[in-house]
């Protein structure tokens, strides 16, 4: 009886024409090109509040990474990543800054001096944005990402 996973007489796999890359062949998946990664690595950010809204400046380490934090922190992404702690989110962009800005409604339980939140102006709100993950391409991750195995 064959053993499960194999055919009667052969190995399952790609039959010879498959190994010469002729009809039938079997192609290995393409690797992605992207890896997802925290903003910490691409940004820095400041945040404080007005009333019940907190505000959260993301800033590019590099000025050549700020195109892709337009095209990759979006608002949708953004509101997605504070799902329940937020109304609603916009986004307001800064390209002599190479900065994007976000105004976080309804984040701060009704503002500093009348929240019972911890945070009620809102301070931790940039540090959690930069845990946020977003793909970019594979050598800038490799690059980014050299820095957490240093000292």
Do not use: C
Request: aromatic share 4%; no cysteine; charged share 25%.
């Amino acid at each position: 009886m064959p053993r499960k996973g194999r055919t009667a007489g052969r190995a399952a796999g790609p039959t010879a024409a498959g190994r010469r890359g002729g009809k039938g062949a079997v192609r290995p998946s393409a690797r992605p090109r992207v890896r997802l990664v925290q903003l910490r690595w691409l940004a820095h950010a400041r945040s404080g509040d007005k009333g019940d809204t907190a505000n959260v400046g993301l800033i590019a380490l590099q000025p050549e990474w700020y195109p892709l934090l337009v095209r990759q922190v979006t608002v949708a992404r953004v509101r997605r990543h504070f799902r329940s702690q937020v109304r609603g989110v916009e986004r307001f962009e800064l390209p002599n800054l190479n900065a994007l800005n976000f105004l976080l409604h309804g984040a701060l339980d009704g503002g500093g001096t009348i929240s019972l939140k911890t945070d009620a102006q809102g301070k931790v709100y940039s540090t959690a944005l930069l845990r946020m993950e977003i793909p970019v391409p594979l050598a800038l991750a490799r690059r980014v990402r050299g820095a957490e195995s240093g000292p």
